[in-house]
């Protein structure tokens, strides 16, 4: 089955610092999105990204953060000057148009990132 | 707006049991879809089952069901003969047709008892 691959699996940084996050969506998805997770909490919702554009962000979506999608295969997350409490699993995932009959979120295993 | 509610932070179930997680969400689009995740400790989203709001019947996938009661606006997830490996984080979602964003709720652990 097609998978969403992200890398690296696990990215220490210090506070201050930017880093960035890749995915590889799946080849035939439309929509992009990012996702984090604050150790043993929910799975929050980041941005969605559709036709090269933001297509929504939730209020954690910030100045500091940008998505890139900077040629036909990966989607990035940029994050600029790094706060302690970046610290999460990002998760990126891609779906299929909406409205189509399987328009689940196919996720990827995720990007542990620590800031020290 | 729209709201996903998880009420259950944790449940142990004995091995073979049927086990019912509850989901309750908040939407005043007539059109959504409403969906169930697992995530073992390894950390990955597994995508178990999806109905959407106008499926006249609920969804099934193997040992998954969705009791979907539509005016109640609930979307319980029926795990029926637990294993061992069911032993992970369940997490509800909803997505609103007028949005491309699936939000998630603050998600059930649930624990197999051999």
Redesign the interface.
């Known amino acids: 089955e097609p998978e969403v691959t992200q890398t690296p699996s696990h990215q220490v940084t210090q506070m201050g610092q930017e880093v960035i996050l890749r995915c590889v969506p799946i080849s035939n998805h439309l929509?992009f999105?990012w996702?984090r997770q604050i150790l043993g909490?929910?799975?929050?919702?980041l941005v969605?990204f559709?036709n090269n554009e933001i297509?929504?962000k939730?209020e954690i979506f910030d100045d500091q953060f940008s998505v890139e999608r900077p040629d036909g295969s990966n989607f990035t997350l940029k994050i600029r000057s790094t706060k302690l409490e970046d610290s999460a699993?990002y998760?990126c995932?891609s779906s299929l148009p909406?409205?189509t009959d399987?328009?689940?979120?196919?996720?990827g295993?995720?990007t542990q990132l620590s800031v020290l | 707006a729209q709201k996903i509610t998880q009420t259950q932070p944790g449940m142990f179930v004995q091995e073979k049991e049927a086990v019912t997680l509850d989901c309750t969400y908040d939407t005043s689009d007539p059109s959504y879809g409403l969906f169930w995740y697992k995530q073992p400790s390894s950390g990955e989203m597994i995508f178990l089952i999806y109905q959407g709001s106008y499926d006249q019947q609920n969804a099934t996938e193997g040992r998954y069901s969705l009791n979907f009661q539509k005016a109640r606006k609930s979307a319980n997830l029926v795990i029926s003969a637990s294993q061992l490996g069911d032993s992970a984080m369940y997490f509800c979602a909803m997505r609103r047709s007028s949005a491309s964003k699936i939000i998630f709720g603050s998600g059930t652990r649930l624990s197999i008892r051999p």
């Open positions: 929509y999105y996702y909490q929910k799975v929050e919702f969605s559709y297509s929504e939730s699993m998760f995932a909406l409205g399987n328009e689940k979120l196919f996720f295993s995720g």
